[in-house]
């Protein structure tokens, strides 16, 4: 009874670790997608009234359109001309609107950040947040390397690794990963640890 009970709930979770994912996978795309289509609402609306065709593809039209038109704007800003338009933007919008530069910023780690400050660009490391003689270390990302040889790191937690700690490190609370990428990293800490022993594995191993 007990070996029945046992097999009945593994395959049972076995079976959720497949369809949970795509459950949640469908009900944030259609979040986003539901998002999306009432944001350009007013658009669909003027397109499939004048040019009458049906209103998924006056969607797709003004997606695509917005696509384009964000292309468009990052060829502009790749110019001399382009960056001083976005410096005079940027800072036109941050003295009106004091929550800008915080969003921006967060928009820009999420899509991977400018001048090589992304999250995403960091350097895998373990860190010893109680001292180089604690025996407790943690996976972490570095986010800034100072001129006395210290480290400042973002700890991630499990198993969201966007919300996390930021340390101010000494170089000896510090051992440098540079085969282990970020995102292999963020793995771990999404699985909260398992898969770990990729950090204790010499380079040639990885």
């Known amino acids: 009874m007990k070996r029945l009970q046992t097999f009945l709930t593994l395959t049972l979770l076995g079976g959720m670790t497949v369809v949970l994912p795509v459950v949640i996978l469908a009900i944030l795309f259609q979040w ?12 669909t609306d003027w397109l499939s009234h004048y040019a009458e065709i049906k209103e998924i593809v006056a969607d797709a039209i003004v997606v695509l359109i917005i696509l384009v038109t964000c292309f468009l704007i990052g060829l502009l800003i790749k110019t001399g001309v382009g960056r001083w338009l976005h410096h005079c933007l940027d800072k036109v919008l941050g003295r009106l609107a004091p929550g800008y530069k915080t969003i ?15 999250l995403l660009n960091g350097q895998v490391c373990k860190a010893w947040v109680f001292g ?22 973002f700890v991630p937690t499990a198993p969201i690794p966007t919300s996390g700690l930021v340390y101010h490190l000494p170089e ?35």
């Open 32 to 43: 986003l997608f539901g998002l999306v289509t009432n944001s350009i609402q007013p658009m």
């Open 132 to 153: 180089a003689q604690s025996p407790a270390s943690m996976t972490a990302i570095v986010t800034a390397t100072h001129s006395d040889g210290s480290y400042s790191v």
């Open 172 to 206: 000896d609370c510090v051992e440098l990963l540079p085969h282990i990428s970020v995102e292999t990293a963020m793995r771990t800490v999404i699985a909260c640890g398992a898969g770990s022993q990729i950090l204790r594995a010499p380079p040639a191993e990885v």
């Open 104 to 118: 921006r910023e967060i928009v820009s780690q999420f899509l991977g950040g400018e001048n090589d400050e992304s």
